[in-house]
């Protein structure tokens, strides 16, 4: 047996709009003579493929309002502080209540990775162009990276610390021979 759609007022837009648990939104607003009321609303892709769709307040003003954050302001309250709208099964364009919840930014990010959409998780290459395979990737704390391109940071930094050891030790050998007197000896050779 097939589930009725729920409705909802959205929470700032009474007797305006209501969204569904199916992610769908209608409007009570009849500006269109012989329109039945209400009738849903197209949404569009926004920014990162979510979907949106332009509200009117009351004052008349319009507003671009992204169709999870309405369904769960509706179905699931206002988020608890710090959280965010998680998609649990990544797809921005799955509105479905069962779909969403409030999430934290960390857990977003581990379901990004998990599910491919993280902009890190899919690059295939380091920034210099080594490729991440097997033999060279490194996982350290949850982030990839590249065995060459650490072993060359890592070459470079021993090297600079040989240099700066090296400068340190004829820093020493300088001023013990300026507290034994040896400088003078130089100076006056020249």
């Not at 949404?43 to 769709?53: E, K, T």
């Not at 959409?117 to 990737?137: I, R």
């Amino acid at each position: 047996m097939a589930r009725t759609e729920r409705w909802r007022p959205i929470p700032g837009y009474e007797g305006r709009y209501d969204v569904s648990d199916q992610g769908q939104v209608r409007s009570w607003l009849g500006r269109w003579p012989g329109r039945p009321l209400p009738f849903t609303l197209k949404l569009f892709p926004g920014h990162g493929g979510y979907l949106q769709l332009r509200l009117a307040d009351p004052g008349g003003s319009m507003r671009n309002a992204r169709v999870h954050k309405l369904v769960l302001l509706a179905f699931r309250g206002p988020p608890p502080p710090g959280m965010q709208a998680r998609h649990a099964d990544g797809n921005p364009t799955n509105n479905r209540l069962s779909n969403l919840n409030w999430s934290s930014r960390s857990r977003n990010m581990r379901d990004a990775v998990r599910h491919g959409t993280h902009v890190q998780a899919s690059k295939a290459q380091c920034p210099a162009g080594h490729s991440y395979d097997a033999g060279n990737t490194i996982t350290r704390h949850g982030k990839r990276e590249c065995r060459i391109c650490e072993r060359t940071w890592s070459n470079n930094r021993n090297r600079q610390a040989r240099r700066a050891r090296r400068m340190l030790r004829v820093v020493e050998r300088w001023r013990r021979m300026r507290r034994n007197g040896d400088l003078d000896y130089w100076a006056a050779a020249r």
